[in-house]
């Protein structure tokens, strides 16, 4: 278990990040009762329809939010990173089918690593199949990157119908008030939750988590008086004869109505996907929160279920318990009023405690869009990092998580779409259409990758891996095909949003892919670099650079472009690689890897980071982090010329320091394939239009110098 984790055993930080993590975790999944009922296109339903309904909504939660969630996908976490891309990289830093050269694990990396489920050195039959076919590993790079778009279009859709939802409960007690001024009014909240988002997640989820305690409290209560006010006998749906009752009467239009059944289980990716957020021992002690009454109480709990998963604890204490008897009260309500299913909500509130409700259920939907917000900020950095998504600003908003991020770009774009979303679709059963298309298939492609992670990482027996696959997978695909029935109804939606992600990161992909194999055919080896500086016209000028490469074996074609025209290198000169590799996290220790290329003044450097670390350094902290490790690096050494190269490395430092990249662009000709000039093109502008990668090391702008050169394609 790494540093990641051991900071959250500590028992005060605990208490602190369980109660933040109710106002994030949580929000997206426990908040679906405001929109369930009424994205159904219920046409007079009867007793049975609704005992049917509410027993496949049960047995959904228990299957889907316990078993597989709760019990299975929360344990496939990359040392503390969640989603369907972290699931990929899982995959691809245990077997040898990444895509991109930069970004595979060397079988001679230093890096270290450890992982609760470690791949064997013995690969599987399957492993070594997707290790050999490109086809294979390119299905399964699509697979995560539709996930992950998918996942993108659930963090625009969620706040949209929550708080669009929530807020049309003010039309019950007053008529007049029309749907335009509900779509605004939910707008302006919108916009007000995603201008808060600057101020990190801890913040935010500190002044969530209380609201979101409230609403998990009493939903079940109003839930319970309802289930004994109208109709008592509403366990006996959790027989599952009531859902074969239900297809075998109601025939093609049950199937149709999975479309709305299926939102029961919306906020389960992104409670997978905010791992990243906040530690499992903090998930576990809010469970104690949640139960106990003072902290005595809250840390003995704490120590008597520490021996079980923390999530498989907090889905059976709070959050299970609260979705079952919610979801039992509305539909013990609409057996008496079965019309009224589509306000299926706030009709079953008594009228008493109906604001203090809507209060409660308005605030409730922020934080359930909070969850989607954070999930979404999370899934965009570990694939900007890992170099299949254009580089945006990514800010760590926390000095002791370095997992909880914002992305401003990504912010403000999130907050545009969801806004048009409301005002174009404002009517709830087309945004549920598009809600069903994202919720299912993103739950299908987890159930895919689960699957290969089970195969090939986890060496599950094969009957365990056939019984997971058929249940999950025939349930999911049912609900996926029902879902895309409504795809003229709204459900075009989250597949236009996704087409153009995926379009976005693929262009990206093929471009940086493009590149790297030009890099590395056309690469500078040291033996060419030295006959480029035994050219009497080459001068070693005075001072220390830093020059870019994306290649450790081998240097980047820029060098020899730039020691051709400027007929010049430094004296110092150290060529630095960072190195994005595929775990969340590498030891500071091992961060840094020093090492002679055989020529004087020059030295190699690469600086390793996963995916959850952080590259912010100022450029002063920067240059001494590597000087210190090469003169670490050289007085181990027994050469006798030690003191010599020490005293060079400090005067070059104290000559200047300057930073040089290669600004490489490609120039397709007459006899490039149409589609390279499309894609090219189409990733040239990307490339214009993002974020270098040297300002996230804090370099000052006048030592930074580009390098300009054309790669032929």
């Known amino acids: 278990m790494n540093a990641y984790w051991k900071q959250g055993n500590n028992g005060g930080n605990n208490l602190l990040l369980a109660y933040k993590t109710l106002g994030v975790v949580f929000g997206g999944l426990v908040t679906s009762p405001l929109y369930v009922y009424p994205s159904m296109h219920l046409k007079s339903p009867t007793e ?33 990173e ?37 791949g064997a050195k013995d690969h599987s039959r399957l492993g070594k199949f997707f290790e050999k076919s490109i086809i294979a590993r390119r299905v399964l790079l699509f697979i995560a990157m539709l996930g992950t778009c998918m996942l993108i279009g659930d963090g625009i859709l969620t706040p949209a119908i929550s708080v669009l939802s929530a807020m049309d409960g003010i039309r019950a007690p007053f008529p007049s008030v029309s749907k335009s001024l509900v779509e605004a009014l939910s707008a302006a909240v919108l916009i007000l939750l995603f201008l808060m988002q600057k101020f990190g997640t801890s913040r935010v989820s500190f002044l969530f988590s209380p609201i979101m305690g409230a609403w998990t409290i009493t939903t079940p209560l109003v839930g319970i008086y309802s289930i004994v006010q109208h109709y008592p006998s509403i366990f006996k749906a959790l027989s599952p004869h009531y859902i074969f009752h239900f297809f075998w009467r109601r025939g093609k239009d049950g199937w149709l109505l999975l479309g709305g059944t299926v939102l029961c289980i919306t906020g389960s990716e992104a409670l997978f996907a905010d791992l990243g957020h906040f530690s499992r021992p903090s998930i576990q002690v809010n469970v104690c929160i949640y139960h106990a009454i003072s902290l005595v109480s809250i840390y003995f709990r704490k120590l008597a279920l520490s021996h079980f998963s923390s999530q498989q604890i907090a889905f059976f204490l709070t959050i299970y318990p609260s979705l079952v008897l919610t979801y039992a009260g509305q539909t013990a309500y609409l057996i008496k009023n079965p019309n009224d299913h589509d306000d299926g909500f706030y009709k079953f509130i008594p009228t008493p405690i109906y604001w203090p409700i809507f209060i409660i259920a308005t605030s409730a939907a922020i934080v359930a869009s909070q969850s989607l917000i954070s999930a979404t900020f999370s899934i965009i950095k570990q694939s900007v990092v890992l170099d299949y998504f254009p580089r945006v600003k990514v800010v760590h908003t926390s000095p002791s998580k370095e997992g909880e991020v914002y992305s401003p770009e990504i912010n403000y774009i999130l907050m545009i779409l969801c806004v048009l979303v409301i005002l174009i679709f404002g009517d709830g059963k087309d945004i549920g259409n598009a809600f069903g298309v994202v919720v299912s298939l993103v739950m299908l492609i987890t159930t895919i990758l689960l699957t290969l992670v089970m195969i090939m990482i986890w060496r599950t027996p094969p009957v365990l891996v056939a019984l997971y696959f058929f249940v999950f997978f025939v349930m999911e695909g049912v609900y996926v095909s029902a879902v895309f029935t409504k795809f003229l109804e709204g459900g075009w939606i989250p597949f236009a949003i996704s087409l153009i992600l995926a379009f976005i990161m693929f262009g990206w992909f093929y471009g940086r892919q493009r590149k790297i194999e030009y890099e590395l055919t056309h690469k500078i080896s040291l033996d060419r670099l030295e006959q480029l500086l035994s050219d009497p016209g080459v001068q070693r000028v005075p001072g220390l650079c830093f020059f870019y490469t994306n290649i450790q074996d081998g240097l980047t074609p820029v060098l020899g472009h730039y020691i051709k025209n400027m007929k010049s290198l430094h004296k110092v000169t150290i060529f630095t690689t960072l190195s994005y590799l595929l775990v969340p996290k590498v030891a500071q220790h091992e961060r840094i890897v020093i090492d002679k290329l055989g020529l004087k003044g020059v030295y190699g450097c690469v600086i390793q980071y996963g995916y959850a670390d952080s590259l912010n350094l100022e450029g002063d902290d920067f240059v001494s982090l590597v000087t210190n490790s090469l003169q670490a690096y050289i007085q181990k050494d027994t050469d006798p010329e030690i003191e010599e190269e020490i005293l060079d490395l400090e005067e070059a430092r104290r000559s200047g320091v300057v930073h040089i990249r290669g600004k490489a662009r490609f120039y397709t000709g007459k006899s490039c394939r149409w589609f390279d000039r499309i894609m090219l093109a189409f990733y040239e502008v990307l490339h214009s239009n993002c974020r270098t990668a040297l300002p996230a090391l804090g370099v000052p702008l006048p030592q930074r110098i580009e390098v300009g050169m054309l790669y032929e394609a």
């Open 82 to 118: 969640g989603g369907t891309f972290a699931l990929y990289s899982l995959l691809c830093r245990n077997l040898n089918i990444g895509i991109l050269p930069s970004k595979c694990m060397d079988s001679n990396s230093k890096v270290s690593h450890s992982s609760g489920h470690e």
């Open 48 to 80: 049975d329809d609704y005992l049917g309904i509410y027993s496949i909504m049960f047995w959904t939660l228990t299957l889907i939010g316990v078993v597989k969630y709760a019990s299975i996908a929360l344990k496939a976490d990359d040392q503390g």
